[in-house]
C-alpha cells in the first residue's frame, strides 16, 4: 500500500489523486467519505478505471448511526495513534512522518 502525508493547509481531497493514482495496480475499489464527494468519483472511474463508494450518513439519521465500512478507517486510525511520534506531531518534514508509519 502507499501513504501520503500532506500538511495541514493541503486538502486531503486534493492529494487523493495522487494517492489513488500511485495505489492503482493494487486496487480496484475505493470507500470515501462524505468529505471526497464532488469531481473525485467520477475521476477515479474515467481515470483508473476504479469503482468508489461515498459512505456518509443519511440527512434523516439522528443519534449514533453505524456506518458502513467507516470502523476500516478508525481502527486504522487508532492503530497509528498508538506511536505517540505520530500522535503529537513532532516531525517537521511530512516524509519523516511517512517513514513513521511505515
Sequence with gaps: MVVTVTAANFGA???????????????????????????????????????????KRTDDTTGFA???????AERTFAWLMNSRRLARDYEALTATSEAMIR
Excluded: Q
Excluded at 453505524?66 to 476500516?72: C, E, Q, S
Design 13 to 55: 481531497r486534493d492529494a487523493a489523486a495522487g494517492l489513488l493514482t500511485r495505489l492503482r495496480r493494487d486496487i480496484t475499489l475505493v470507500w470515501a467519505d462524505g468529505g471526497y464527494t464532488g469531481g473525485l468519483v467520477g475521476w477515479c472511474r474515467d481515470n483508473l478505471a476504479l469503482t468508489s463508494e461515498i459512505v
Design 66 to 72: 453505524v456506518l458502513p465500512r467507516r470502523w476500516v
